[in-house]
């Protein structure tokens, strides 16, 4: 009964920000390991940011794109300032109760994953 509900995503010009929100039912967020991922058509899925206590970015994301949570509302959140597109992607929200901080890039060790939302930038 873990659900993941994305939201936020559009379409947007090179430069432009958008937020991107998941927001979580069945588990609070607090304790858990939270992450974003997207995929481009034709890629794998690449990991972007993750948060539990610490927070981590892919190295092509660090210093644009921000990970947030709001425990009161367990809602997640990825900021994402100066876009470029190569950031056009399909983003998803991931949540596992507890990973290891060496497991927080790898896609298939989180249990819970949201629908995805389509970001596409324009140049």
Known sequence: QVQLVESGGGLVQAGGSLRLSCAVSGRTISTSTMGWFRQAPGKDRDFV????????????????????????????????????????????CAADPALPNSSVRIPRAYDYWGQGTQVTVSS
């Open 49 to 92: 940011a993750a948060i539990r206590f610490n927070t981590y970015y892919a190295d092509s994301v660090k210093g644009r794109f921000t990970i947030s949570r709001d425990n009161a509302k367990n809602t997640v959140y990825l900021q994402m300032n100066n876009l470029k597109p190569e950031d056009t992607a399909v983003y998803y």
